[in-house]
């Protein structure tokens, strides 16, 4: 997991590349965690000192916003593993097509040629 996060992260902006599943996902599941962590213990932090929780709140949009761009950059590429073209990441605003768009991240990569 230590090593798809560490992916995640150096190939922020790389765009037409490829990621595995398990890259996708276990970069995936790492941010997660972080998120879960972050709202915790920023709850706690509002709940002991209103300026502890600005600060935890801050750092939590922080983080929010800095895995923007290498969270579209992991999807592109694993698209581009699965054999579609990097536009079809815009089907998650068709209704409904977010679920396709699941379906197609699950898919197995391509053979390489």
Do not use: E
């Not at 997660?32 to 502890?52: C, E």
């Not at 990441?89 to 699950?106: K, Q, S």
Request: net charge positive; aromatic share 16%; hydrophobic share 50%.
């Amino acid at each position: 997991m230590i090593d798809a996060y560490k992916h995640f992260w150096t190939k922020a902006f790389d765009f037409k590349g490829v990621s595995t599943r398990s890259q996708f996902w276990w970069s995936y599941l790492a941010t997660t965690i972080i998120y879960i962590f972050l709202s915790i213990i920023t709850g706690i932090g509002v709940g002991l000192n209103d300026s502890l929780g600005k600060l935890l709140g801050l750092i939590f949009i922080l983080f929010g916003l800095g895995v923007i761009i290498p969270s579209i950059s992991i999807c592109i590429r694993r698209t581009n593993d699965a054999g579609k073209a990097w536009p079809w990441i815009f089907i998650n605003l068709v209704p409904l097509g977010g679920i396709y768009y699941i379906v197609l991240l699950c898919q197995p990569s391509l053979p390489v040629a």
